[in-house]
């Protein structure tokens, strides 16, 4: 068993390293810059719409999209793609330029495998042409909502349209300037059981009883261009043909969304580890301190090992789970995708604050990416369900399935 890209990857591989120097990386920290600054809150640098297009002249689009979901997917299985995603996160923000971003990665899965004809017609076809950006609204500020069946958000019939009442919060993307409308998870049956009382619906940007409250930072960021924030529903309607799937549906959806999802954000940590530690490296080769290279410090040197070897470790697992659930689906990867959910934010979060100590004062500066990446992998640790979540649901896995074993220990005598 190995997993080496074949040859289709390593050509696709040398393409999108090639577009990454030319244009990716010399606009690096512009982008970033233009997005500190509060003055272009929630917009995209003059720049961003030609760059999509170069990407897609170059035909380096939508890759993410499974080979199943014909004719829109380029074809790639979730193991060759793995390694694309690894390089192009190591500047996260070029995502968005290969139309492999989230919220809308997950958002174009829904829609390809549970919309009907006509929801794909109206919104997947201009998420996959990179015209518009959507959000996904789970979480809710008045219920714990880690455990998504307490979220409360009302979703009513009433003849052909239904209802909506609630709030949500934490949707990312909202504030896109290109956001054009919103998954919507909420209540339709109180009375059924408990995975069964939610739905999906969308809702459109501008649709009456549809407000934004507010926008805030995150970890000091406002994340524009798409931004967090607080959604207000008061008897918003909606046509019931924005139903996704029907109702009661909510969860399957949910967990359709996720399974893929993971294992790209997976990757994502991959690639913006391997970065710091690529920046790390460069750095400790030049500097010197009490006479020496920093190269030459053993700390210095254990804290690149082990971080090469945490990196390694992690980009195994995730393209161990890309695999099988190329093999198995979802369904039959899920533990697997519960550990790289589990492991690669925390690995990468580690990887990036061992970057910044080697970098000193500069390490922590708005000069290098470092300080961004290490935030962002924190606060992923509990976006996407936190890690305890994770670990808990894992845990019971691994104790129900675990083998019989004789608890008497045979001992040796001596
Ligand atoms: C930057 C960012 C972007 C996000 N984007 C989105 C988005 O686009 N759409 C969306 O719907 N949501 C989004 N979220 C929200 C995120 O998914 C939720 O914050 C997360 O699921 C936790 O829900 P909660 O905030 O209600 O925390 P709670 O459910 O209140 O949990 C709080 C804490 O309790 C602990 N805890 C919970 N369950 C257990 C357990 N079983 N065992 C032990 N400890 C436990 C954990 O430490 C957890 O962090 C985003 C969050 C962040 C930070």
Redesign the pocket.
């Known amino acids: 068993m190995g997993y080496e890209p074949n040859a289709k990857t390593a050509e696709m591989a040398v393409q999108l390293n090639a577009f990454m120097q030319e244009h990716i990386y010399p606009r690096e920290m512009e982008y970033n810059h233009y997005m500190d600054d509060d003055a272009n809150a929630f917009t995209y640098p003059s720049w961003f719409e030609d760059l999509k297009q170069k990407a897609r002249d170059a035909g380096i689009w939508n890759w993410f999209l499974p080979a199943e979901y014909t004719p829109w997917s380029p074809g790639l299985t979730n193991l060759e793609f793995a390694p694309l995603m690894e390089i192009m996160c190591k500047v996260p923000w070029s995502q968005q330029v290969f139309n492999c971003s989230?919220?809308d990665r997950g958002n174009m899965d829904v829609l390809a495998k549970y919309g009907t004809p006509e929801q794909q017609e109206q919104w997947l076809l201009p998420l996959l042409d990179g015209k518009i950006r959507s959000?996904?609204?789970?979480?809710?500020?008045l219920?714990?909502?880690?455990?998504?069946t307490?979220l409360e958000v009302s979703i009513v019939r009433d003849g052909d349209e239904y209802v909506i009442n609630g709030r949500?919060?934490?949707?990312?993307?909202?504030a896109n300037p290109l956001n054009k409308f919103m998954f919507v998870?909420g209540k339709t049956d109180p009375t059924a059981s408990r995975h069964a009382q939610h739905s999906t619906i969308i809702v459109p940007k501008g649709t009456p009883g549809c407000r934004i409250v507010r926008t805030y930072r995150?970890?000091g960021s406002l994340?524009s261009p798409g931004g967090?924030g607080e959604v207000e529903f008061k008897d918003c309607r909606v046509p019931a043909t924005n139903l996704i799937l029907g109702e009661g549906r909510g969860f399957e959806i949910a967990q359709g969304r996720l399974g893929p999802g993971r294992f790209q954000y997976a990757m994502m940590f991959v690639g913006m580890a391997q970065r710091c530690l690529d920046l790390m490296c460069a750095r400790v080769q030049q500097r010197e301190a009490f006479g020496e290279k920093l190269m030459k410090k053993t700390s210095i040197q254990h804290d690149v090992a082990r971080s090469r070897c945490e990196i390694e470790q992690c980009r195994l697992l995730v393209l161990a789970a890309a695999d099988k659930m190329d093999r198995e689906g979802a369904k039959g990867a899920r533990d697997l995708i519960s550990m790289v959910k589990i492991v690669a934010p925390q690995m990468c979060e580690t990887v990036a604050s061992r970057a910044m100590q080697a970098f000193g004062g500069k390490g922590v500066s708005e000069d290098l990416p470092i300080g961004e990446i290490f935030l962002h992998a924190r606060?992923?640790?509990?976006?996407?369900?936190?890690?305890?979540?994770h670990?808990?649901q894992l845990g019971k896995w691994t104790i129900r399935d675990a083998p019989e074993t004789d608890l008497i220990v045979h001992n040796v005598d001596n």
């Open positions: 989230a919220p959000t996904y609204g789970m979480t809710e500020p219920v714990a909502s880690s455990d998504a307490n949500k919060w934490f949707s990312s993307n909202i998870m995150v970890l994340h967090e606060f992923c640790r509990i976006a996407d369900g936190p890690d305890e979540v670990m808990s």
